[in-house]
């Protein structure tokens, strides 16, 4: 049994997405941000950066005590290495794969992530910042779209967690004052991964766990 730390941002929405794809037997337990609910003692000792999702597995393959796992790119490359599936069969598969996991968590999540927060919640508006941020939100939409011009998924022909962890961020587009239809394989990617049964799965536990803690 694995315990999940989540809340319902798109960096949370990449755990359940991979644990429902994997079919791993999770327990979450929600965090509420906007009550500073990650800064507790507990938290803070699974999650040193005191962010969500963290995980802590109760089964690791090779131990036969728990391990706590924080950050969500390592969390989506454990899981994929613990059951050996969303990762590749071969080596350059999975440099394929590792290469573009590093490229969202690097790139396409810190810099929509600051499109987030200067077209919403910065407290003066700063258009400089939410030019550079929209621009380059939009720069990065342009490389997934000429990947996934000449493959199916990110890394290839295979569904990976490189796509798990870039579709919660694209998911959101109209957020980021993205125009999907711009992106002509980009759309056509997102609505692929949108109707696989494990992201319906996660979107709807994760949305039905945290209502319940409101």
């Not at 809340?7 to 500073?36: C, D, F, R």
């Not at 036969?64 to 969390?75: M, P």
Request: hydrophobic fraction near 35%; charge should be negative.
């Amino acid at each position: 049994m694995i315990d999940l730390y989540y809340w319902t941002t798109p960096n949370g929405h990449k755990a359940t997405m991979v644990l429902e794809e994997l079919q791993l037997a999770y327990n979450i337990h929600p965090i509420n941000i906007s009550e500073g609910e990650q800064f507790s003692e507990k938290f803070s000792s699974i999650s040193p950066n005191q962010r969500i999702p963290a995980i802590v597995d109760n089964s690791p393959n090779d131990c036969d005590k728990s391990i706590n796992i924080f950050e969500s790119g390592a969390i989506l490359q454990y899981l994929a290495e613990k059951t050996g599936h969303l990762i590749g069969n071969t080596t350059e598969d999975k440099y394929k794969v590792i290469q573009w996991l590093t490229w969202q968590v690097a790139g396409l999540g810190p810099m929509a992530g600051q499109n987030h927060h200067f077209s919403h919640y910065a407290t003066e508006e700063v258009p400089y910042a939410i030019k550079r941020y929209q621009n380059e939100t939009s720069r990065l939409y342009s490389v997934m779209d000429k990947q996934l011009a000449s493959t199916e998924y990110l890394a290839g022909t295979f569904y990976s967690i490189a796509d798990i962890a870039c579709f919660p961020w694209i998911r959101i587009h109209e957020y980021q004052n993205q125009d999907i239809s711009n992106f002509k394989h980009l759309e056509r990617w997102l609505k692929a991964v949108s109707k696989r049964p494990a992201t319906i799965k996660a979107l709807e536990v994760a949305k039905i766990s945290t209502q319940n803690q409101l």
